[in-house]
């Protein structure tokens, strides 16, 4: 009999202990979701000699950007693909995840950089290196955002 009563006390308090992870996991899910909404929407359009981006970025109220971009560059596959990043100061770092008309059924994937300058984003042009598959802007290099194509100018959103 002694040796029941610790047996239930210790059954009982993981069963309260299970209780409380139900709810916590419940709260991190409702402040999730809370987080990803839409707080602000911008459309922007970058056009350089025979090429077209176009851009549409939106805010998540948890500070987060995603968004879509659709990529037109002359003598190149059509690229169709979701942004998602975040800014760090005046400059916004995503990552392009895309598909083109080429290769249907391949993701690929690409880091960016771009200034925010007045009602202007400029993309950057930086060094990239691949490492284990995964490609992104080495740290250590500067990104020059003055020797550029692509100035996206804000447009309208549809």
Do not use: W
């Amino acid at each position: 009999m002694k040796k029941l009563i610790p047996f239930c006390l210790l059954l009982a308090c993981i069963g309260f202990q299970s209780c409380k992870n139900d709810e916590k996991q419940k709260e991190l899910e409702a402040a999730k979701a809370e987080g990803e909404k839409v707080v602000k929407t911008e459309c922007y359009k970058a056009i350089y000699e025979k090429d077209t981006i176009d851009l549409d970025l939106y805010t998540l109220k948890n500070g987060k950007i995603g968004g879509g971009m659709i990529m037109k560059v002359a003598n190149a596959p059509e690229r169709t693909g979701e942004i998602a990043g975040e800014f760090k100061g005046d400059t916004l770092f995503i990552d392009y995840t895309f598909k083109d008309t080429e290769h249907k059924d391949t993701k690929f994937k690409n880091p960016m950089a771009l200034l925010k300058k007045d009602k202007q984003l400029i993309l950057g042009n930086g060094t990239m290196q691949t490492t284990m598959g995964v490609t992104y802007l080495v740290k250590d290099k500067p990104i020059d955002f003055e020797n550029v194509k692509y100035k996206f100018n804000s447009v309208n959103c549809e």
